[in-house]
C-alpha cells in the first residue's frame, strides 16, 4: 500500500510554508479547523465558523454594547420627535375611557413633565423595532442556533401578546376600573384628577397587563426546552389562582375586589391556555428528539 504524501501549508506563490499554523484550544496543530490567513491547508471552515469561533474580548462587548445603545438612542430619539406632535392625539385616547374626567396641574412643571412623558412613551413604542433589533443582535452572538431559531422565532409571539394585551386592558378593563375609581364618592368631593397622576396610572396598568399576556408564550417556551411540564403546570394551579390574585392587587390602584377579579380572571384563563401550549411543546420536543436520533 503506497502511502500518501503529507499535506504541508503553502502561501499564495506556491511556496511550502515553513511557520507552524495558529493552534486553536480544543483542535491539534495543523488541523483541518485550524486557523490560516493563507489559501493552503487547516483555512477551509474558518470563514464558514468565524462568526460564531471567534470569542470576543471583554473590551469588544463593551464597545459593542455602547454601539447598540447610541444605536437605539438615535432610533428612541427620531421616535419621540414623531411622538411629541402625537402626543395631543395620545392625551384623547388615553382619557377616552372615562366619560366627564376632568383633568387639573398643580405644580408649575407638572403638565411639561406629563407631557415629556407621554411623547417618551409614544417613542419607545414608535422605536420598538430598531432597540429590539438591536437588542437582538447583541445577544445574538451567545447563542447555540437552536436558541437563535427560538428567539427569533418567538419575537413576532411577544409583540402580539403585548399588543393584545394593551388592546385588552384600554377596552375591557380600564373603562370600569377608571370610572369606579374616579366617580367613587362624588357626591361627597368633585373629582379634580392631577395629570400626571393619572396618565401615571393609566399606563402602569396597560404596560404590566400586556406584560402578563406573555404568560403562555413563556410557559410554551419552558415547556419547549424542558424546565416546566403539563403535570407539573396542572399541579401548581392553585398556586397560580392565588399569585394571579396578587398580581391583580399589584397591578390595580385599587384594593376593590371588583377591580382585582376583573383582572386577575384573565391571568388565570391565560395560565390555561399555557397549559393547553405545554402539551404542544412538549409534542414537539419528542419529535425533534426523535428525528435526532433515529436510532
Known sequence: ???????????????????????????????????????????????????DQRLMTYTEHLVELRDRLVKS??????????????????????????????????????????YMKVAFIG??????????????????PGLTRQEKR????????????FIIGVLFGYFALLPPALTFLVHFGED????????????STVTNMLFWIGVVFETPLVIFVLARIGVVTPAFLKSHRPHAIVGAFVIAAVITPTWDPVNQTLVAVPIVLLYELGILLSYLAVKARGKAAARDDPS
Do not use: C, H
Open 73 to 114: 438612542a438615535i432610533g428612541l430619539a427620531v421616535a419621540m420627535a414623531f411622538g411629541f406632535a402625537l402626543t395631543p392625539f395620545i392625551f384623547d385616547v388615553l382619557k377616552a375611557p372615562v366619560e366627564g374626567l376632568r383633568l387639573i396641574r398643580t405644580g408649575v412643571a407638572e403638565m411639561l413633565v406629563t
Open 150 to 161: 427560538y428567539l427569533l422565532g418567538s419575537l413576532p409571539g411577544v409583540l402580539a401578546s
Open 188 to 199: 361627597i368631593a368633585e373629582p379634580y384628577i392631577r395629570v400626571g397622576d393619572y396618565i
Open 123 to 140: 417613542g419607545v413604542v414608535l422605536s420598538t423595532p430598531v432597540w429590539m433589533y438591536q437588542l437582538m443582535m447583541f445577544i445574538a
Open 1 to 51: 500500500m503506497t502511502q500518501e504524501p503529507e499535506l504541508k501549508p503553502v502561501d499564495r506563490d506556491g511556496v511550502e510554508n515553513t511557520l507552524p499554523l495558529p493552534i486553536r484550544p480544543g483542535v491539534p496543530d495543523g488541523g483541518p479547523s485550524s486557523p490560516s490567513t493563507g489559501s493552503g491547508y487547516g483555512a477551509g471552515n474558518v470563514l464558514d465558523d468565524a462568526a
